[in-house]
């Protein structure tokens, strides 16, 4: 590729991170080396069987900020803030080395809707972004100034969610 973009997957229905690890299948398909790194998720308390998947097929992944007060009521906001910042330095070395065709920073943006990244961080990560590297950000709640920065945004948008009818998060279909 000439040129990698920025891609936002955000909104408030199902189908984010789906759609980045749909990206990550298509290009590892047309041998693109892919890296996903996310945040405020804990594979191991809610297996996440498509990480399993994944790594057998290449993929590097890699986890920050495991948590979220929503789902884990004993961690502090500073607990979380110190796992984003850890993980966004990690992605300013991914940049530097440059060995990634797509990174894919799942659930970002519920690091800066949440407050435990500042939009000015992220936005001057971005500026040292590769040229080549395609990036896709997912989350709910993308600030205004990084759809700005965005090539490419897709907002889910929930119509009718099984949520909305007490239904839980299903293993296999929701994680």
């Known amino acids: 590729m000439k040129r990698g973009l920025i891609h936002i997957y955000t909104g408030d229905g199902k189908g984010?991170?789906?759609?980045?690890?749909?990206q990550a299948?298509?290009?590892?398909?047309?041998?693109?080396?892919?890296?996903?790194?996310y945040f405020h998720k804990n594979?191991?308390?809610?297996?996440?069987?498509?990480?399993?998947?994944?790594r057998g097929l290449g993929v590097d992944?890699?986890?920050?900020?495991?948590?979220?007060?929503y789902f884990d009521k004993d961690v502090t906001f500073d607990q979380i803030?110190?796992?984003c910042l850890e993980g966004i330095a990690f992605v300013?070395?991914?940049?530097?080395?440059?060995?990634y065709d797509l990174l894919i920073l799942d659930e970002i943006s519920i690091s800066l809707r949440d407050g435990f990244l500042k939009e000015g961080e992220v936005m001057a990560l971005l500026e040292k972004k590769p040229s080549k590297l395609e990036l896709?950000?997912?989350g709910r709640g993308a600030p205004k100034k990084l759809l700005e920065k965005a090539d490419l945004i897709t907002e889910m948008k929930k119509i009718k969610?099984?949520?909305?009818k007490g239904i839980k998060g299903r293993r296999g279909i929701e994680y």
């Open 16 to 22: 984010k991170t789906t759609a980045a690890l749909g």
């Open 25 to 37: 299948i298509r290009a590892l398909g047309h041998g693109f080396r892919v890296c996903l790194i």
């Open 43 to 54: 594979p191991e308390k809610f297996r996440s069987g498509e990480l399993e998947i994944l």
């Open 61 to 69: 992944i890699y986890g920050f900020a495991e948590c979220h007060p």
């Open 81 to 83: 803030r110190a796992g």
């Open 92 to 99: 300013a070395k991914i940049f530097a080395e440059n060995k």
């Open 136 to 138: 896709i950000l997912t």
């Open 161 to 164: 969610h099984p949520y909305d």
